[in-house]
């Protein structure tokens, strides 16, 4: 059952230096209970995009196309439905856990106001809730740790109650925010296998938003990459990390240093920098840093290719591209 | 600084409405106060009389005052009173207080300690009492009352200045000139002091404006500009007795009184919207 | 015969920490508890490690940004600990840092051409024309324009203000550079650049490395031998190969096992880690990393393990059970 559908989503941003198109064209589908990863760097939109699902866009945005959650679209809905919608059904995790919790209320405090804003829970049932969801994410001595402010709890722990402020109305979906860059390796991984564990017992949808290619390659059925605003490839993670085909998908997994190469050969660098979302070229968003950009990637929008079933990239030169995957793209 | 640079500056400033009419406002009062060093519609000094209470007229806009003198030239050499006794007094606050919260900031330790316990033992005192204690101790008079506005200023600079510039010692670039082997003096005169110059330039002008009221509210006692100089404050003192008789006599100070403070406020909020780098800076 | 550049031995670091009552007894932070280590000419020295492990405060003191409880650093066979900041100036010339956040180590009312110059004012007096020289000199070298002095560092990315802060350390032409998490504030595209530049520069100019970083895979890029901390203390040290891929400490297993791989293919097998770094204000008697381990026993608590040669070649480790750990990697 396809329970968010994103169609042709554009988010235009006006900044002192003119109109950013922080999002183009955007297509995203989710089924329930499906794990859905978006990858890209800073300023590609991927943030944009799930505060726009939140509907918790900056002021000076507006939007274009439809984001439809169970045939409702959510554009269109006024702030006092949306604020039913957040958290009820769409709840949101991010990256910050140190200033997404308010430092001057208790730990308990925090967790309980949704689920007596939300659910109407009386004081005692939304406490002895409260008590629960913290022991569900793995709070030791939740009975203790309740009275606790956020300062008193370390990076992870803190993290965690961010987890438990999100399940705290059983949302269908989950949108986790660079969930773990803040984190240590070794918490990372904690979280990580939390919100696995968590996404699978619930049955909940789960949007993950990272720069972090392992982190998405381990942790999602479905990948969207993301560059310039716009998605250059989408598909299964499987499809994707096996079958790289958008020249920026395989320069920024051959930038990425991985585990076990040793110190012999040199990574490989897309040059450049991330394009200014205020001049964007019309055609392609990649193609000042592409090497394989022509003149008709400038000024033409890439069509769509299916690769195969549901493995979609947006290349004006996707047999390059393909018979690039052998050699090295990048010089 | 290149030319799109200064240009966007000056657009800012355009942009920035409490900037304008607040930079309006003190422009105005700087022209009265420059006219009137060699030009007023009416007598100062002189007492007649015979025109005592005049009502506005052509030969005076604003009438008489009970010694017949004009009040809108009075109003104007006020200005004059006015604006030195800001300049000075908050150049005296601004070089004590800000030399002091720097040597605060980059010294640390005991040193930080009683310069701010220092300023904490002044703000104790409320300023106009304070102002008192010291006139009353170098005795009554123009220049005594600017000494005395200055004085209270040094603890206000000295906070404001210390608290930012510890904010810009934790800064990296200034770790980064540490590790350079710059000593403390040049990372206080290259780094600290021109990070925190924007805040500084806005507290003045606030400053500037508190220093108005002193010296208004010091002449109303008694204490500051002494008579035959027309001050803003003793005219309000002289319109006192007056009040209900010749209710405009108070009203006019008055008014030039808020309009200076008014204009200054103003000034100092566009400032800050312009100087904020946060605001002109975006990353 | 090599040159050691940068000599640590048996440093210590204890911060205070504010008293509970004037006669409670005086706290501590244990953040660097004796850590010894050497690095030779044109090597490059990892540090890893999760935070509050004491990276940071190592690299602080090495540069002596702060003062030193007891130990020694020597930096070209000058001891730098306990020497006055104006004695220590002419000498600073040798050594020199780049920081982790290439938007707060550069001031942003000072031109480029300021920035880089700055530690050029320990050398003494230089002719303005020599200044400039060197300042277009570096600043090519790292792959800018010698045009871009004047600009002011907001006009920069992020990727290009930190090689400002690379030609700001190397201006002096130091034998000793130590890297605080150089490139964990860069996007992956830009981080790869920032890491192949920083290669070719010892390349170039034979530069020594002390390179601190959370990120193995980037350690294991750049480093030719690794120091693992943990809780102030170095666990496990060696050459790269070597420790990566025979890790004789559990933690430095588990960090290692923590990187998500940015493969297909399902999930790894591995020793996940509980808990999170505890306290550093209490000192006790037995292997700090007791608690989150997986293979303590008795021995562990009783016993300090000591750093001691656990393979030839320089492999280090301060665990009980390295050897095992070994057999368990090779096997």
């Known amino acids: 059952m396809t329970l968010l559908t994103v169609n042709n989503l554009n988010v235009n941003l006006q900044t002192a230096s003119g109109p950013a198109r922080a999002v183009r064209d955007l297509n995203l589908t989710l089924e329930k209970g499906q794990t859905l990863g978006i990858v890209g760097e800073s300023g590609c939109g991927k943030s944009m995009t799930a505060l726009a699902l939140m509907g918790l866009l900056p002021e000076n945005a507006t939007t274009e196309g439809s984001i439809l959650l169970n045939g409702e679209n959510l554009l269109e809905k006024s702030e006092r439905e949306l604020c039913t919608i957040r958290g009820n059904r769409m709840a949101m995790i991010f990256q910050e856990p140190m200033t997404s919790l308010n430092p001057v209320h208790t730990v308990g405090r925090q967790v309980m106001e949704p689920l007596r804003l939300h659910k109407r829970l009386s004081k005692a049932e939304a406490f002895e809730q409260a008590i629960r969801l913290l022991d569900r994410v793995g709070i030791p001595n939740p009975e203790e740790r309740i009275y606790n402010y956020p300062h008193q709890l370390s990076g992870g722990q803190r993290q965690r109650v961010m987890i438990a402020l999100a399940l705290s109305c059983s949302p269908d979906i989950l949108i986790a925010d660079e969930p773990t860059t803040a984190l240590d390796v070794t918490i990372q991984d904690q979280i990580l296998e939390l919100i696995q564990t968590l996404v699978a017992e619930e049955g909940m949808s789960l949007v993950l938003i990272s720069h972090d290619l392992g982190v998405i390659a381990e942790n999602t059925e479905k990948v969207v990459v993301m560059y310039g605003g716009t998605v250059v490839e989408s598909g299964s993670t499987e499809q994707i990390f096996s079958q790289l085909t958008h020249p920026y998908t395989q320069g920024l997994f051959a930038a990425m240093p991985k585990l076990g190469l040793g110190r012999k050969g040199r990574l490989t660098t897309i040059p450049g920098t991330v394009p200014d979302l205020v001049n964007l070229p019309k055609g392609c968003t990649f193609t000042d840093r592409c090497p394989l950009a022509t003149d008709i990637c400038r000024n033409t929008p890439p069509p769509r290719s299916e690769l195969g079933p549901h493995h979609q990239v947006l290349c004006h030169h996707l047999e390059q591209a393909i018979e690039a995957r052998s050699r090295e793209l990048y010089t | 600084m290149s030319n799109t640079a200064s240009n966007s500056f000056i657009s800012r400033c355009a942009k920035s409405r409490s900037f304008v009419i607040g930079g309006t406002i003190t422009g105005f009062l700087l022209v009265c106060a420059i006219v009137s060093l060699f030009w007023t519609p009416g007598t100062v000094y002189d007492i007649v009389i015979k025109d005592r209470f005049l009502t506005p007229s052509a030969d005076h806009l604003l009438g008489t005052d009970q010694f017949g003198r004009d009040v809108l030239s009075m109003l104007m050499t006020g200005t004059q009173n006015s604006i030195t006794v800001g300049i000075v007094a908050v150049s005296i606050g601004l070089f004590a207080g800000v030399g002091l919260g720097l040597l605060a900031a980059a010294r640390k330790g005991w040193t930080e300690e009683l310069i701010m316990r220092l300023s904490d033992f002044s703000f104790a005192f409320p300023a106009i009492l304070s102002a008192i204690m010291i006139t009353a101790i170098l005795g009554p008079g123009g220049v005594n009352s600017i000494i005395a506005i200055g004085i209270y200023n040094i603890p206000v600079f000295a906070r404001l200045t210390r608290g930012s510039a510890n904010a810009i010692w934790a800064r990296e670039y200034v770790m980064a000139a540490r590790a350079s082997g710059k000593n403390k003096l040049s990372i206080t005169l290259e780094h600290v002091l021109p990070n925190i110059l924007s805040i500084i330039i806005v507290q003045a002008t606030i400053q500037f404006a508190l220093a108005i009221l002193a010296e208004a509210a010091l002449s109303y006692l008694g204490l500051g500009t002494q008579p035959p100089h027309p001050s803003w404050g003793r005219m309000l003192n002289e319109a006192q007795t007056l009040m209900f008789l010749h209710p405009m006599q108070a009203v006019y100070p008055g008014a030039a009184i808020a309009l200076a403070v008014f204009g200054l406020n103003l000034l100092g909020d566009g400032l800050r919207d312009i100087l904020d780098p946060r605001l002109s800076r975006k990353r | ?331």
Do not use: W
């Open chain 3, 1 to 331: 015969m090599t040159k050691t550049v940068l000599e640590v031995t048996d440093l210590v670091r204890h911060y205070p920490l504010p008293k509970e009552s004037l006669t409670a007894p005086p706290r501590y932070v244990y953040a660097l508890n004796g850590v010894s280590f050497s690095i030779e000419e044109g090597k490059s020295f990892g540090i890893v490690g999760e935070s509050g492990c004491g990276k940071s405060t190592l690299a602080r003191n090495v540069m002596a940004l702060e003062s030193t409880d007891s130990g020694s650093v020597k930096i070209m066979g000058k001891e730098v600990v306990g020497l006055s900041f104006n004695e220590l100036r002419p000498h600073r010339q040798h050594f020199q840092m780049v920081f982790q956040d290439p938007y707060g180590s550069l001031d942003p009312h000072h031109t480029v051409g300021r920035i880089v110059a700055e530690p050029l004012a320990a050398l003494g007096r230089l002719s303005r024309q020599e200044k400039d020289e060197r300042v277009a000199e570096v600043l090519t070298s790292v792959g800018l324009k010698a045009t871009d002095v004047s600009k002011y560092p907001h006009e920069f990315s992020g990727g290009q203000r930190q090689r400002i802060a690379i030609a700001r350390a190397l201006i002096t032409r130091p034998s000793l550079i130590v890297a605080d998490e150089p490139v964990s504030a860069l996007d992956v595209s830009v981080q790869a650049q920032v890491l192949n530049l920083l290669r070719d520069l010892q390349d170039d100019f034979g530069v020594t490395y002390m390179f601190i970083s959370h990120d193995l895979a980037v350690v294991e890029y750049l480093c030719d031998e690794v120091a693992v901390m943990y809780l102030g203390s170095i666990v496990e040290k060696g050459k790269t190969e070597d420790l990566f891929a025979r890790p004789a400490h559990p933690y430095t297993r588990i960090l290692l096992d923590a990187v998500p791989q940015p493969a297909a293919g399902k999930k790894r097998d591995r020793i996940r880690l509980s808990g999170s770094v505890t306290g550093q204000t209490e000192r006790r008697v037995g292997c700090a990393f007791r608690d989150r381990c997986p293979m303590a026993t008795d021995k562990c608590a009783e016993e300090t393990p000591a750093l001691r040669q656990v393979e030839d070649g320089g492999h280090f480790a301060a665990c009980h059970y390295s050897e095992e750990m070994i057999q368990r990697a090779t096997a």
